[in-house]
């Protein structure tokens, strides 16, 4: 039926029916829109109804929609849950030049920086409300990478002397600490490697959760393995009761770390590209839906008190997976430096407005079922946020 017709006969329906117009006219729905269309064609007739009212009154109830999110503050009540600060968690990447500020080129507006150079950039954050960053090692001083990694927790190195310096003066500070070798290996693989070049997972698994309980020791509140070897989750719980620390140190595992293209930029950041190889036989194939629910119930299993699905726009499903695997345990979720620069890109490009996509890409990973996310966009959430 075309729009012209289905108004004459609405017309002509309503012309035998009682006079129901209360004269509202304050919804700007497109409903009100036909109807005051359908209004005019109808003046002349002894008295007239909208097509809203008469759907409404006669149709089936439970197709009104519309005064659900009406009004801004309605639309956000229809999420299950809103964005906000406590959520967010910062990427910091700190080098082992001190005094290094140095803009990332592939990842927009974020700087490697040295460790003077943190509690500057910090403090006006912190002011604003943000609540947590997860930091990443990058040596850069030459030699300082071998077969073992040994640098990763090195007591001079920049990430536990920044635990330090984070914990004395930023004590409300919830300081997270990525747990890996790579950044830190001379080949750059997360793990030890044998002599054919493949992952040792058991010198692996035994070597990272000595970094973790490094960093544990030093003051993070929370250590997060990255590398994707089999067994550390237990590993590092096993050293943190042993230890008797298990108690004060979450564990946050990334149960869920897909390989893929969207790491770019961070390997620009933290200097980890893989000399040879590349990281699939670890990080999971993106199509791997059944080995990232496997991965996610083994961890929490082992003892993860935190599962971090990575990356996350391009992995919503696993998102909503690990929240019904994990119902009971909070779901973070990594939005990655390609990800991130993506948006930067588009919005460039003029395609979407920047803040736009960042609330709506964000919005996506919290409906998929997060309730934490690691974001580059922390510094502009904080004064958005605010307002
Ligand atoms: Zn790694």
């Known amino acids: 039926m075309s729009f012209s017709s289905l108004v004459q006969d609405l017309s002509l329906r309503d012309s035998n029916a009682p006079r129901r117009n209360r004269g509202d006219a304050s919804n700007a729905s497109t409903i009100n829109d036909n109807a005051s269309r359908i209004s005019h064609l109808s003046r002349g007739m002894s008295y007239a109804s909208t097509a809203a009212t008469s759907v409404s009154i006669s149709g089936d109830l439970s197709s009104q929609l519309h005064s659900g999110y009406s009004h801004p503050l309605a639309r956000s009540w229809q999420a299950e849950r809103q964005l906000t600060k406590s959520m967010l968690i910062y990427p910091l990447f700190i080098s082992d030049q001190d005094d290094e500020e140095v803009l990332i080129p592939s990842l927009p507006n974020q700087y490697r920086r040295g460790i003077n150079r943190l509690v500057p950039f910090l403090e006006p954050l912190v002011r604003k409300g943000l609540q947590s960053v997860i930091l990443f090692g990058v040596p850069l001083a030459p030699g300082v990478k071998d077969a073992l990694g040994t640098a990763a927790d090195d007591p001079e190195g920049p990430v536990i002397k920044s635990i330090r310096l984070l914990r004395e003066r930023f004590p409300q500070l919830y300081i997270c600490a990525d747990v890996c070798l790579c950044e830190y290996t001379s080949h750059g693989h997360c793990g030890i490697l044998r002599e054919d070049g493949t992952l040792n997972n058991h010198l692996s698994v035994d070597r990272i959760s000595d970094v973790a309980m490094a960093y544990a020791n030093a003051g993070a509140h929370c250590v997060a393995p990255s590398d994707m070897n089999d067994g550390r989750i237990r590993a590092i719980k096993l050293k943190l009761i042993e230890e008797g620390i298990s108690h004060q140190v979450m564990l946050m595992s990334y149960a869920a770390k897909f390989s893929g293209c969207l790491y770019g930029p961070f390997r620009d950041a933290a200097g980890s590209q893989p000399s040879f190889g590349d990281r699939r036989c670890y990080q999971l194939p993106p199509g791997g839906r059944?080995?990232?629910?496997?991965?996610?119930?083994?961890?929490?299993?082992?003892?993860?008190?935190?599962?971090?699905?990575?990356?996350?726009?391009?992995?919503?499903?696993?998102?909503?997976?690990?929240?019904e695997l994990g119902k009971d345990l909070p779901i973070a979720a990594y939005q990655v430096s390609g990800e991130f620069a993506m948006i930067h890109a588009g919005a460039k490009a003029g395609v979407f407005d920047l803040k736009a996509m960042a609330f709506e890409s964000h919005e996506g990973i919290l409906r998929a079922g997060a309730t934490i996310v690691v974001s580059y966009f922390v510094p502009e959430f904080l004064d958005w946020l605010s307002v």
Not at 297 to 322: C, H, T
């Open 290 to 323: 059944g080995l990232a629910r496997r991965a996610i119930i083994r961890d929490i299993n082992e003892g993860a008190d935190v599962i971090m699905v990575k990356p996350a726009g391009q992995y919503l499903d696993i998102i909503s997976d690990a929240k």
